[in-house]
């Protein structure tokens, strides 16, 4: 039982993590054009490096 | 592209791409030096490298970015106009238009939409952890881990159902200070009472907590909210993209010269300059010129109406053929295109009478659930004087008649059935449309514009002697006149003769000298010979060369939009009474339904008339759709049960109808009364499972015997059942 004491936290810090993420991506519009980010992969435009803006 | 369904938090993520606004400038309005242009064939990674690539190359373009979502693309760059880039991406094969920024507007709606995934995403992240927990306590965990997992449990819901929970405490509020009870009511008060029940428990270590139900609850009743929102933006989004398209706009003479000024700024007595090929931006005068006029958009009327100084024009009629200056004599709000919209608002609200489905089942939902979670609290007490086991009992019956499933059901259809016809070319900007369009007995078409494509096409081009087409072809291509662009498309094989003294007459034709012969090119008075329009069908115009003979006549016909004889003949099939309504003349009418297979038609109809003939079938007690798209049909659109316009048409129908084509063919119409009734049927199958559910789950809730684990597994169960059932509308045949 006492492994209960780690492994709450870490399951709580995980999932804490996973929501960051999501709140992250969605702040910086991420979801805002899905059907463009997948076509987006099939150029090979910015494949060297990013694209600067 | 076919994508397997899946099964996610958004079911439809991949059915109608989220409309969401473009960034957080759009929010606070575009930034200076910021364009929009619609990009409406763009549709894959070679189109979007191919615009950004080329408008970056533009000199003083900073950022073009492309999104694929909404077709738009977005530039940044100080001091160029729309109309110096349009060119750069015509050159490479794309059709652009410019939008106008401050119709597009997606700024509330996108900040909304955001809100509710933030919420989504909080309320699934801390469903999943406090289900671990509880999937510990189920499993027997003893007296002190039981307490130390409920505790965590409510760290955990507590903050989240005061932050996830806001929208239906908001409405719900809202909906006791005006003396209603919406669904949201129960929802808030299931909420509350179940987290502060369990509060209440785990102090007292008792066995049942319920924040994992609580919190479920909030979380799938926000897809609900979301998917429902979405539904409305991206058709709101789209609408908004249709007029702004248009940016209206008016030439005024003033001192010193002309100014271009915005349509809302026009006064009584100003003077404008409509050049040909225009819309007429205001009610006025003709001070001085001559012109035809089309008045198709307003009457339905195919033929020009020859206007000259004295003469009165209404907004939306289009100047063909000569300049005019146009006396204002009434704008903005008192024009007669304002004057429809007050029709418009009359009929408008009584349609907002209906109410949908989904209204009338939590209608009847909100005040049962109360009543049971009431008579439960007082049987419970009576029997057993414990006010806590009672309260648990009440609590429990609340939560078991979870109104997911109610919640959801509706949300999950409306959005697979508006994807699917989204996707072949039909908005629905109403939510209860898709309801009512599944109802229509009857469809009544307009004829200009609606059935046909409203632009002239050339009946027979052999009856042009080949030595004179080239002729012909000259005098055509002096005028912007319908006729004569029509002409101009007919003779493309042809190389235009060489003339002299090319002179346009406005509101007759053009004459010219060819060989040192006149020849012309109009109306039959103009060449001196007798003809009875209105005994034919279509229009015509006459060609005479000197010493030729007689005038040739030269037939034109409105061309028949794509689709529409397949759409009226699979109306006919599935049962529906097809009903033309034109404002038009009785011989084209007439023609035009003999070549459709329309059985039942009215020519020359006025607004009124058309607006008077729906609600007489109405009075049968039919059930119309009206499919419409100039200024007489807005009446008609506004007052019948449901109603379709295609994109072409003028704003103020669109704004009238429910439905709006995207494209140019009509065939959608057909397929929107099938989807709909398929939706409909859905619907009603997603109540039938609630209620099956509610039938089978509350009375053991009553009976005291609703344990937190079957409340989620019941809860979980029907709200699963109901997408599922919601999803297979995307994937059935129509």
């Known amino acids: 039982m006492e492994i209960l004491t780690i492994l709450i936290p870490v399951s709580l810090g995980l999932g804490g993590i996973g929501l960051g993420a999501f709140i992250w991506a969605l702040r910086s519009h991420q979801f805002e054009d899905p059907k463009g980010d997948a076509e987006r992969i099939l150029s090979d435009e910015w494949d060297d490096h990013p694209r600067p803006d | 592209m076919t994508q397997a369904a899946r099964f996610s938090a958004c079911p439809a993520c991949d059915v109608a791409p989220l409309a969401q606004g473009i960034a957080r400038r759009e929010a606070e309005g575009v930034g200076q030096g910021e364009l929009i242009l619609s990009l409406p064939t763009a549709h894959c990674a070679v189109c979007i490298t191919d615009v950004e690539r080329a408008l970056m190359a533009v000199p003083g373009v900073r950022r073009a970015r492309v999104n694929l979502t909404l077709r738009r693309v977005r530039i940044d760059a100080p001091g160029l106009e729309a109309s110096d880039l349009l060119p750069v991406l015509e050159r490479i094969g794309y059709e652009a238009h410019e939008l106008d920024p401050a119709a597009l507007d997606t700024g509330a709606t996108d900040r909304m939409g955001r809100d509710l995934l933030m919420r989504i995403g909080v309320a699934g992240f801390a469903m999943m952890n406090i289900m671990i927990l509880s999937v510990a306590v189920w499993s027997g965990a003893d007296e002190a881990s039981r307490d130390l997992f409920h505790w965590i449990s409510a760290a955990i819901a507590l903050p989240t159902i005061a932050f996830a929970g806001q929208p239906f405490f908001a409405s719900a509020y809202g909906a006791l200070r005006a003396r209603r009870l919406g669904m949201d009511v129960p929802i808030s ?155 418009v608002e009359a009929a408008e609200s009584a349609r907002g009478r209906y109410t949908s489905l989904a209204e009338r089942a939590s209608r009847a939902y909100a005040p049962v659930v109360h009543i049971l979670a009431l008579a439960s609290f007082l049987g419970w007490f009576w ?108 003779l493309d094989e042809y190389l235009p003769a060489d003339l002299a003294e090319v002179h346009e007459c406005p509101g007759y034709g053009v004459s010219a000298r060819w060989n040192g012969q006149e020849v012309r090119l109009g109306r039959a008075d103009w060449l001196r010979v007798s ?100 200024l007489n049909d807005t009446a008609a659109l506004a007052g019948a049960h449901v109603s379709i316009s295609p994109a072409t048409a003028l704003d103020a129908a669109r704004v009238a109808s429910d439905m709006v084509l995207t494209g140019q063919n009509l065939l959608p119409v057909a397929d929107a009364i099938v989807t709909a009734r398929q939706a409909t049927r859905r619907i009603k199958e997603n109540f039938s499972i609630s209620i099956l559910y509610n039938i089978v789950a509350v009375p053991i809730a009553v009976a005291g015997l609703a344990t937190p684990l079957i409340a989620a597994l019941a809860m979980s169960a029907s709200s699963i059942t109901v997408t599922l059932n919601a999803l297979r509308l995307r994937h059935s045949k129509s």
């Not at chain 2, 004179?468 to 002096?478: E, F, Q, S």
């Not at chain 2, 319908?482 to 002409?487: C, E, G, K, T, V």
Request: charged content about 20%; proline content about 5%; aromatic content about 4%.
């Open chain 2, 189 to 343: 008060l299931a909420l509350i009472l179940a987290t502060a029940i369990s509060l209440y428990e785990t102090r007292n270590s008792g066995h049942h907590a319920y924040f994992d139900a609580a919190v479920m609850l909030c979380f799938f009743l926000l897809i609900g909210r979301y998917l429902d929102h979405r539904t409305r933006a991206i058709a709101r989004s789209a609408a908004a993209e249709l007029s702004a398209l248009e940016v209206p706009r008016a030439t005024r003479l003033c001192e010193g010269g002309e100014e271009v000024v915005p349509v809302a700024q026009l006064r009584p007595g100003d003077l404008l300059r409509i050049l040909p090929g225009t819309r007429i931006p205001a009610d006025g005068e003709i001070a001085e010129g001559q012109s035809e006029i089309d008045r198709a958009l307003l009457t339905g009327e195919t033929l020009p109406f020859a206007a000259s100084a004295g003469d009165m024009l209404s907004a939306g009629e289009i100047n063909l053929t000569g300049p005019l200056t146009l006396r204002v004599t009434a704008a903005g709000a008192d024009s007669s295109l304002a004057q429809l919209t007050a029709l």
């Open chain 2, 531 to 630: 003809d009875d329009q209105n005994a034919r069908p279509g229009i015509s115009t006459w060609l005479s060369v000197e010493g030729q003979g007689a005038p040739i006549r030269l037939d034109f016909t409105d061309a028949l939009r794509p689709g529409a004889a397949d759409c009226v003949a699979r109306l006919h099939r599935d049962g529906l009474q097809v009903i033309l309504l034109s404002g038009d003349r009785l011989a084209t009418v007439a023609d035009l339904a003999a070549k459709l297979d329309i059985r039942e038609y009215r020519a020359a109809v006025d607004p009124l008339g058309k607006a008077a003939m729906i609600d007489g079938l109405a009075r049968q007690g039919r059930q119309v759709l009206m499919v419409g798209d100039g």
């Open chain 2, 383 to 490: 029997i057993t004087r414990d006010i806590r086991h009672s309260v648990n009992i009440a609590a429990a019956v609340l939560i078991i008649t979870c109104p997911c499933a109610l919640g959801l059901a509706v949300p999950a259809v409306v959005t697979a059935a508006s994807g699917r016809l989204f996707r072949k070319g039909l908005l629905i900007k109403n939510g209860t449309a898709l309801e009512r369009l599944a109802q229509v007995d009857t469809v009544v078409f307009d004829k200009t514009g609606t059935l046909t494509m409203g632009t002239p096409r050339l009946v027979s081009p052999e009856r042009i002697p080949a030595e004179l087409a080239p002729v012909v072809l000259a005098l055509a291509a002096a005028s912007s006149h319908p006729l004569s662009r029509a002409l101009v498309a007919a």
